[in-house]
């Protein structure tokens, strides 16, 4: 995997000891850029070559396509999509999909959601992931699920 | 001499971060962290004081010599006047 210094400056901190920080923001409103670590969302986010930005959802029930921060239950905090959601009374749970795999997770409670991603940054221009294309491209890559490690490998290659 | 107003200065672990307040989008890129030391000279120098005062306040917490605490006053004071970050 290629593995870039961050930006000068950059935070180097683990997101476990980040979270306090991150959440004392968002609890104010504000919305925070962080650097993509990681290529488990790749192609859609890349390792070294894009930020997230991310917002409070304040409950909002999350559905296909959303990209929630969410923490696990060993305090890993993991950026992925939602492709399902099953809703009984009283009880949401997601399932959640890096777009570089294809093994779910499913499970995931509303309760261990800490924010939503609103958009993203690449060589400094700002794109919406509520944009008609992005989400359509999104469901375009879903579509492809069943070759997707194929399309992944191919992928791979021209990041490495 | 003071900080800028429009940061807040918050302890994360065993370090501290500076974050602006009142801005929409916080880039955790270019959030500040600072040493235990470093928030402690951010703290003494967000009211209005003077190099001498801080340097005495350090020398008040830590256990330096007058000399080290005034030039450790005067690198971190600098690096706040290179970023901007003071009210002079």
């Known amino acids: 995997m290629n593995k ?21 923001c968002l609890a104010e409103g504000q919305e925070v850029v962080l650097a993509v670590t990681g290529n488990s969302m790749a192609p859609f986010l890349r390792h070294g070559r894009d930020q997230v930005v991310l917002a409070a959802c304040d409950g909002a029930v999350l559905g296909f396509g959303d990209v929630p ?13 939602v492709v399902k959601r099953r809703q009984t009374a009283g009880s949401v749970r997601y399932t959640l999909l890096g777009d570089a795999q294809w093994e779910m997770e499913p499970e995931v409670t509303p309760e261990q959601v800490v924010a939503c991603a609103v958009g993203f940054i690449r060589n400094g221009k700002r794109y919406s992931c509520t944009s008609p294309w ?14 997707r490690r194929w399309l992944i490998a191919v992928y791979r290659r021209s990041w490495k | 001499m003071k900080i800028k107003s429009g940061f807040v200065l918050r302890q994360v672990g065993e370090q501290y971060a500076v974050v602006p307040v009142g801005v929409q989008t916080v880039d955790f890129r270019c959030v500040i962290t600072l040493n235990e030391t470093g928030g402690f000279l ?9 190099p001498e005062a801080v340097a005495q306040a ?31």
């Open chain 1, 4 to 24: 870039r210094e961050g930006a000068p400056g950059a935070v180097q901190l683990p997101m476990a000891q980040l979270s306090p920080l991150l959440l004392a």
């Open chain 1, 69 to 81: 921060l969410y923490r696990r239950d060993n305090g890993q905090y993991v950026l992925h999509r």
């Open chain 1, 134 to 147: 992005y989400r359509a491209r999104v469901r375009v890559w879903q579509w492809l699920l069943p070759v």
């Open chain 2, 42 to 50: 951010w703290q003494q120098l967000q009211e209005e004081t003077t």
């Open chain 2, 58 to 88: 350090l020398l008040a917490e830590y256990e330096v010599s007058p000399e080290t605490a005034a030039a450790d006053v005067a690198t971190f004071v600098e690096r706040l006047r290179e970023n901007r970050l003071l009210d002079e």
